[in-house]
């Protein structure tokens, strides 16, 4: 499973024999072992037996960084749905709400009508571009850090560590008997592992209603059940794939890892084991006498803290590897290390392969971090983003579309006269009534019937339209002339009586 990319290794120190460091081949080994003697080696089993992981607790930069956004983005998660906003008296006043029955999406001051998903593509472009661009930066920065996956697995694994012990008194424990404290703290475990799973497939649903309303309703069995369907999906799955799956969801299910190593070049930074600085690796003992007899040591002093804070078990010394999330774990377990046997952190740093080679050659390292690609993307986003707001800020508040008839498109009249069918819906995006007057342009020679819509004193046909609502009217324009060219451009206006603002869109009148 492990890919490790580095073998062979140079020493630290100038002018030293190259030392062959067979470490990962070692490691390898013992994840996969050869067969039992006897056994030929095509019969071996295709697939690895899962290795249960037992992260250790680590502390240091990278698992304050990653404490910080468990706590910031669970909050938004948990407490979005509880936060008002004031939209008048005809709109809901839920912050964030998806409103599947009137067919809205309601962000803060935006409110997105089914005609506008283009908002949508926006948005997940923005998004896909915004993941190429973390990519290209700094690796898979997004899944050590902001994956629900990760994230839901970094809380349940403190859980654990809070209820179970650390890593050593964990194992020792499920090593032994069945006793009634492991008893105890395995129910108190999965207890609160369910807790948070339900929680969390709650908060999902309070997004699609009002919040506070259907936290009563459920609390009183009164809410429909595919609220308590889906609260039941997404407590199963966030228990199973927090709780159970964990690091298999990263190294076996997920598609980004694969698609990221076709993503990714030589200037991105990754989680990196800097082998000029460790290798060769030993105790501290050994490299001390080592050093003494004047042969070259490094500073790795093979402790495997780095492996064992791991919270996908991989072996960063092993080179770059599918596994890894680059969570940046193991560069603070190494740098408690360094600290303790007083050398130099970073060890293990978001730094580059290319940078180690040029540091072998004397050269300085180098940050590339503006690059064609990295442009690209941010250019990318910036563009979207821009048509986006503008998008946005001259969003109307009326608008008009027009379906014609389709069979058929039109009809002859006994008089000879041709006649065509529309059917026009009206849109008003503001939270009060309007008034709009109903117009057709374009074509000479015809008259129009709008459908249920009397006259007014001035001869306008009027139509009003509820707040936040649409309105559809049914048209039929007939041509006098016997003969019409078969296609004719045709304009329907709407103009809303009170402020004049205006919405157009075109169709066709058909003739044989
Ligand atoms: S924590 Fe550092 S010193 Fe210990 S094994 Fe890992 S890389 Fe080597
Ligand atoms: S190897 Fe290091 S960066 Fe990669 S997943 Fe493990 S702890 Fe995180």
Known sequence: MALAAVDKREPRGAGSEPVVVEAAAVVRQLRDPAPPPGEPEDEAPLYAARRKIYPQAVHGTFRRIKWAVLVVTLGIYYLLPFVRWDRGPNAPSQAVLIDFPNHRFYFFF????????????????????????????????????????????????????????????????????????????????????????????????????????????????????????????????????????????????????RIQAALTDEHALNVTYRYDRGEPRGSVKKNAALLERGFPAGDCIDCLQCVYVCPTGVDIRDGANLGCIQCGLCIDACDAVMAKIDRPPRLIAYDTDLNIKRRQEGKPPQQRIVRARTLLYTAVIAIVGVVMLYALATRTTESISVIHDRNPAFVRLADGSLRNGYTMRIVNKQLMVREFALDIRGLANVSHEFIGVPGSTDGRRIVEVGPDQTREVRVLVTGRQATMPPSTPIVFEITDIATGLQAQTSDYFRAP
């Open 110 to 257: 935006i409110e997105i009508w089914p005609q506008e998903v283009y908002y949508l593509t926006g948005l997940l472009i923005i998004a896909a571009m915004a993941l190429f661009l973390m990519n290209a930066v700094a690796g898979r920065v997004w899944c050590g850090y902001l994956c629900p996956q990760t994230v839901w697995t970094d809380l349940f694994c403190a859980i654990e560590r809070w209820v179970e012990g650390d890593r050593r008194e964990h194992m020792l424990r499920e090593r032994g008997p069945w006793t009634a404290n492991r008893l105890a703290r395995a129910g108190i475990k999965h207890f609160l592992w369910l807790m948070v799973a339900w929680w969390t497939g709650g908060a999902w649903v309070l997004y699609f209603a009002d919040a506070p309303t259907l936290v009563k309703d459920l609390a009183t069995l009164e809410a429909p059940f595919v609220a308590y369907a889906w609260i039941g999906i997404l407590t199963f799955t966030t228990y199973a794939l927090a709780g159970h799956m964990r690091e298999q969801v990263c190294t076996y299910m997920c598609p980004w890892p």
